[in-house]
T-cell receptor
């Protein structure tokens, strides 16, 4: 298995632009998570899905952030419009039925200028 | 203005020594605890977990200890190797949930 796949690996954009981050979870995993990592705040859970349904989006910072999971093999995290404070590494992770054993992707490093 | 970054606690150990990384949690409802390792430029990787009805669990070269009385968790790494250099996070979940809440992390540096 290739593991969790994220794209792009790096994204540099200007303030006000729309950013879309993509994730392909491990096949057969029921849960998908989006995390954000910064030096200031560490690893924060943004949203997670179970069987493609959003379960908890309380970590999504603002209405500028949205996430979708149209099918079991694909999810997107969109930021519109982006701001410099959104600069961070965004991780997607997936897990099966075993609690806590999430497999993380390599992350997308986002820089908003 | 200049932003102040989060300064991770750092543990420096010599190769071959044992390492102990500590973590405190605050949620009394936490019932499942996990340690993750994050190497530079990579995503966190699962190491070992423990349920709240246990106080010790051993893996290969790693042991996790849980003290629910004082809400403390530790990760012990035996015979630390250079490849163990990374940031280590404890995480918890509660109420049979699947979403993980991560601690701030500890940076482990293994010197030859």
């Amino acid at each position: 298995d290739a593991g969790v796949i994220q794209s792009p690996r790096h994204e540099v954009t200007e303030m006000g632009q729309e950013v879309t981050l993509r994730c392909k979870p491990i096949s057969g995993h029921d849960y998908l998570f989006w995390y954000r990592q910064t030096m200031m705040r560490g690893l924060e859970l943004l949203i997670y899905f179970n069987n493609n349904v959003p379960i908890d989006d309380s970590g999504m910072p603002e209405d500028r952030f949205s996430a979708k999971m149209p099918n079991a093999s694909f999810s997107t995290l969109k930021i519109q419009p982006s701001e410099p404070r959104d600069s961070a590494v965004y991780f997607c992770a997936s897990s099966g039925r075993v609690r806590g054993r999430a497999f993380f992707g390599p992350g997308t490093r986002l820089t908003v200028l | 203005g200049e932003s102040v970054g989060l300064h991770l606690p750092t543990l420096s150990v010599q190769e071959g020594d044992n390492s102990i990384i500590n973590c405190a949690y605050s949620n009394s409802a936490s019932d499942y605890f996990i340690w993750y390792k994050q190497e530079s430029g990579k995503g966190p990787q699962f190491i070992i977990d423990i349920r709240s009805n246990m106080d010790k669990r051993q893996g290969q070269r790693v042991t996790v200890l849980l003290n629910k009385t004082v809400k403390h968790l530790s990760l012990q790494i035996a015979a630390t190797q250079p490849g163990d250099s990374a940031v280590y996070f404890c995480a918890e979940t509660s109420n049979s949930g699947y979403a993980l809440n991560f601690g701030k992390g500890t940076s482990l540096l293994v010197t030859p």
